[in-house]
């Protein structure tokens, strides 16, 4: 009991600690996913809104030229510790249903992480997951 306990804790302050990611987090995304609809026009397929609880899977999540280099560096350290993947093999954890994870804005297919700036598939998954109080 203890040691979950510890780790628990340690989860909380590895949370806070990281917790100024949270407000750069928007505009990363905005960088990632909003740029379809900023271009306009010429977009290759019309953004869907997703239809059921299912997440989707997208490779593009794992692009993270959108961030600096000092961003880019943090986030790729990040995902490394964290143990990220872009898709879940956890049955019934990935990051939409997970407690950090930032909704995809504007029709986007990638969310993003409170950890960790940059895009992060809905689908994916890492070692911090913490499922999403109703
Ligand atoms: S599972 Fe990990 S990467 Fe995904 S949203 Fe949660 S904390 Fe972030």
Redesign the pocket.
Known sequence: MSDKSLTRRDFILRVSALGAFATGSSALLAACGGGETQSGGEAAAPAEAPKTAEPMATASCDDLSGLSETERAQSEQM?QT?Q?TST?TMEG???SN?????APEGGAAC??????PGP?SPN???????PKQG
């Open positions: 995902r964290l990220y879940s954890k990935h990051c997970c407690a950090l994870f930032i969310g993003g992480c409170r950890l960790f992060v994916g998954y890492c070692n911090s997951w913490a």
